[in-house]
């Protein structure tokens, strides 16, 4: 079977500063609990699918196209097809040849009427011309995934008009007929299927996403690209080819995947090392002194977070009823970078084996907790918002992996090459909200194999921390060399951050200790170097680390005696190397090394040396074999414990 790896377009891959604004914001939530961490979500149906259309290297382009972009939550609508014994994302099943009488009937056609409900693509669709830094690595060898053998398409910047001859099949039920179309391009793809409203590749399922994220785990497994992404499938039952509109009655066991064809099983025999799975949380929160608290303190969650229960007869030990363990303990020192889900199962699935799936598979659509929002003028959340300025309590408010699926019609009328800067308020404001966006519609009507534009601009939109166009180490607004804007501050208009001149004067936020929603703001203003001495008793000089946390801290100034202020200083930098954001004066970037004038990022990785090309993205890296062997013995030079590559706590 054909099999694709990840090679999106390059319009759907981040470019500066996008990238270095993406590599910030997972480095300063690193010790979040995930489950309070917001993620752009997509349903892969609205995303790739529209008009009933579920072509192989369409997919496959769509796929990779969105897993460039960023979306960290997919959404999938998966269907059992008892004739092929599989797992497909078509809904009617593909009837095979010789499955039941059939009249031919033989038609010459071109593409253009072959489907009057459907316009019918040949070969490859048109790559979209805008670039961008595109990242050059060295996989690494110690994972049992290896990468996946690609025989995906090539580009096409034209669309030909086929002649071909077609097939028409006629069942001998009334209700019942399908079209073999033509091989969208000699020599590349494979017949498509119309079976009533669906037209379909016969081996379009979910092996073809299963070799694409393979290869892309593969591809992003170091200390820069690596990310965590939940999968939640609903299942579905395929209609019969015999009856394509006609929800299908309950399925017998014997006509359900057998063990082998289980969730479970395909996920854990492909993607072992990556799944974090329910069995592991479980153990895991028994003895956090073992697990999540046993490791470098940089990887550890902000237990504020969750509650804390001391083990009896145990010298300080403490277990957990509700934590989640942090981003960086998963992403870089477990490499646990993938949690799948069920989502819904219709009523004619019910005897599909849920069982089979315990302990490896979430249920239950366990990473959603769906809120409703209301949007009112100017797209601002009027309803269904979890910042509450009544109350700085974590615990007062159900946070923990809340979700939206309520976004309005997104209009978006732009093509690729100038949507990237577009910035749409209604996402930008849920997520300002803690709430992590699902799109669940088709963007101007386009999928994202065609125009990866409009998605990739959902994704921008979805970044609560920096404003657009940050960070940039230069700005129109002050008169000063690159090297002085390396200080970050929150811009009080806007609410989301900006880069500046760390000699400037502005005050300061202070977030409490183990208190995250409570910020105040310094009583004298100075230079950014001087912050920390002049924040209150019982806080330090700190820097948002969610949504939330920013959402509060720009309540605080705006009802503090500060109101007026423009921007107050957070505790974020890049003072040691250019676009390598820490915490902490005098903090050593941790992609340690001096700037590179050919602009070349060198990152040490668990097995070896990383190369990441990142045009105008900055950072050399000193890599050999004490830092191979620091980083499996967990220690690095001058005996200090440090494993993880992102940010310092």
């Not at 690609?150 to 580009?155: F, H, M, Y």
């Amino acid at each position: 079977m054909t099999t694709f790896s990840f090679q999106p377009d390059a319009a759907a891959v981040p470019g500066l500063p996008w990238n270095v604004t993406y590599l910030s914001q997972r480095d300063v939530t690193s010790n979040i609990p995930i489950n309070f961490v917001t993620r752009p979500g997509v349903s892969l149906t609205a995303a790739c699918f529209a008009h009933n259309r579920y072509e192989v290297n369409a997919t496959a382009k769509c796929v990779s196209n969105l897993l460039a972009a960023g979306f960290g939550r997919w959404d999938i609508d998966l269907y059992w097809d008892r004739n092929s014994r599989g797992w497909t994302f078509c809904p009617v099943e593909i009837p095979a040849a010789g499955v039941y009488p059939v009249t031919p009937t033989t038609t010459s056609a071109t593409s253009s009427n072959v489907n009057q409900t459907t316009s019918l693509r040949a070969g490859e669709l048109p790559t979209s011309t805008t670039s961008g830094p595109r990242t050059t690595l060295q996989q690494r060898k110690d994972k049992a995934v290896e990468p996946r053998a690609t025989t995906s398409s090539t580009s096409s910047t034209t669309t030909p008009n086929i002649t071909s001859t077609l097939t028409a099949f006629t069942s001998t039920s009334a209700n019942s007929s399908y079209i073999v179309l033509p091989t969208p391009q000699p020599g590349v793809g494979e017949p498509l299927y119309q079976v009533g409203p669906y037209t379909c590749s016969r081996n379009l399922g979910l092996s073809t996403l299963i070799s694409i994220l393979a290869n892309f785990l593969d591809t992003t497994d170091n200390t820069l690209e690596a990310y965590l992404y939940y999968f939640t499938f609903n299942l579905h039952l395929a209609a019969s080819y015999q009856d394509p509109t006609t929800i299908p009655n309950v399925a017998n066991i014997d006509q359900l995947p057998n063990p082998s064809g289980l969730l479970s099983s395909i996920f854990s025999s492909e993607f072992s090392l990556y799944l974090y799975t329910p069995m592991l949380l479980v153990q895991q929160r028994q003895n956090l002194n073992t697990s999540w608290l046993g490791i470098t303190e940089s990887q550890q969650p902000a237990t504020s977070y969750f509650t804390l229960d001391p083990i009896p007869y145990t010298n300080n030990d403490f277990s957990t009823p509700d934590g989640w363990p942090s981003q960086s303990f998963l992403e870089i020192d477990k490499q646990r970078r993938l949690l799948v889900s069920l989502g819904s199962i219709d009523d004619n699935m019910q005897n599909y084996n849920i069982s089979g799936d315990s302990g490896i598979i979430w249920r239950n659509n366990a990473f959603e907790n769906s809120r409703s929002v209301i949007l009112g003028t100017n797209d601002r959340v009027t309803s269904g918002c979890l910042f509450d300025p009544s109350t700085a309590s974590i615990q007062a408010q159900n946070t923990s992996w809340a979700t939206t699926i309520d976004p309005p019609e997104l209009a978006l009328d732009s093509t690729s090459t100038t949507i990237n800067n577009i910035t749409i308020p209604a996402i930008a404001n849920i997520t300002a909200c803690g709430i992590s966006p699902l799109l669940n519609q088709t963007l101007s009507n386009t999928t994202a194999d065609i125009d990866p534009g409009p998605y990739v601009a959902f994704v921008h939109s979805s970044i609560w921390s920096w404003a657009n166009g940050q960070p940039d180490s230069a700005s129109e607004d002050d008169d000063s060399d690159d090297e002085d804007m390396r200080c970050a501050l929150l811009d009080t208009t806007s609410g989301h951050w900006r880069v500046a001149n760390c000699d400037l004067t502005y005050h300061g936020a202070c977030r409490t200790i183990h208190a995250p929603y409570h910020w105040r703001i310094t009583t004298l203003p100075g230079h950014y170097r001087y912050v920390n001495a002049t924040c209150p008793a019982g806080t330090t000089f700190a820097t948002p680390r969610t949504a939330l946390e920013n959402a509060y801290l720009l309540n605080a100034l705006r009802t503090s005696s500060f109101a007026s202020e423009t921007a107050i200083w957070l505790n974020f930098n890049s003072i040691e190397v250019d676009a390598c954001w820490v915490v902490g004066v005098g903090t050593t970037c941790p992609y340690q090394g001096n700037v590179s004038t050919t602009q070349t990022v060198t990152v040490p990785a668990v097995s070896g040396v990383i190369i990441l090309v990142l045009a105008a993205l900055m950072v050399v890296v000193k890599c050999g074999a004490n830092r191979r062997n620091s980083r499996r013995t967990g220690t690095r030079e001058g005996g200090m414990e440090w494993e993880y590559e992102g940010l310092p706590a």
